[in-house]
T-cell receptor, first 112, second 112 residues
């Protein structure tokens, strides 16, 4: 059974650009959550999608957005990148949300 | 706002020792609590999930307890091994806005 797949694994972007990250959940999982991990702030919840609808949202500016497709794959978009957006972005999938979460390896984003 | 603290921040023990990791939280209105481990540069691996109505969960050498009245959870690792070396994180799912709050983590090193 394939795990959670995140692409790309590494990204370098310039300040002001936008970026799209992808997450393919475990087959059958309908809930996908996104997290940002930085040395200073630790792991912070971005948002959760379930059946193509955003169900919960963390305390991040509107530059951070996401969506989920009918096959449960999810994308996260960050517009107008800032240096502080440099982080490891993790996605996690679970069957319905609130159950055991399985994490991907993450996408390491560096903004220069 | 939920605040989650893990003490100690780092721990070094000799192989074979039993140890306890602590997780304290401020808001007892939780849906569940999950313990994860994270290896350097990797995603998170779920170890144990305790639902709000449960008191403890066990898996192999691991035992996690939950005491909502005191705002505490502990992760007990029996007969520690060098392969247990990782950062351990607790995460509280509040089921609503901000949904998941992660602790600050405990970095464990088991010395052969």
């Amino acid at each position: 059974k394939a795990g959670v797949t995140q692409t790309p694994r590494y990204l370098i972007k310039t300040r002001g650009q936008q970026v799209t990250l992808s997450c393919s959940p475990i087959s059958g999982h309908r809930s996908v959550s996104w997290y940002q991990q930085t040395p200073g702030q630790g792991l912070q919840f971005l948002f959760e999608y379930f059946s193509e609808t955003q169900r919960n949202k963390g305390n991040f500016p509107g530059r951070f957005s996401g969506r989920q497709f009918s096959n449960s794959r999810s994308e996260m978009n960050v517009s107008t990148l800032e240096l502080g957006d440099s982080a490891l972005y993790l996605c996690a999938s679970s069957l319905v949300g609130g159950d055991v979460a399985f994490f991907g390896q993450g996408t390491r984003l560096t903004v220069v | 706002k939920q605040e989650v603290t893990q003490i100690p921040a780092a721990l070094s023990v000799p192989e074979g020792e039993n140890l306890v990791l602590n997780c304290s939280f401020t808001d007892s209105a939780i849906y569940n609590l999950q313990w994860f481990r994270q290896d350097p540069g990797k995603g998170l691996t779920s170890l144990l999930l305790i639902q709000s109505s449960q008191r403890e969960q066990t898996s192999g050498r691991l035992n996690a307890s939950l005491d909502k009245s005191s705002g505490r959870s502990t992760l007990y690792i029996a007969a520690s091994q060098p392969g247990d070396s990782a950062t351990y994180l607790c995460a509280l799912d509040s089921g609503g806005y901000q949904k998941v709050t992660f602790g600050t983590g405990t970095k464990l090193q088991v010395i052969p």
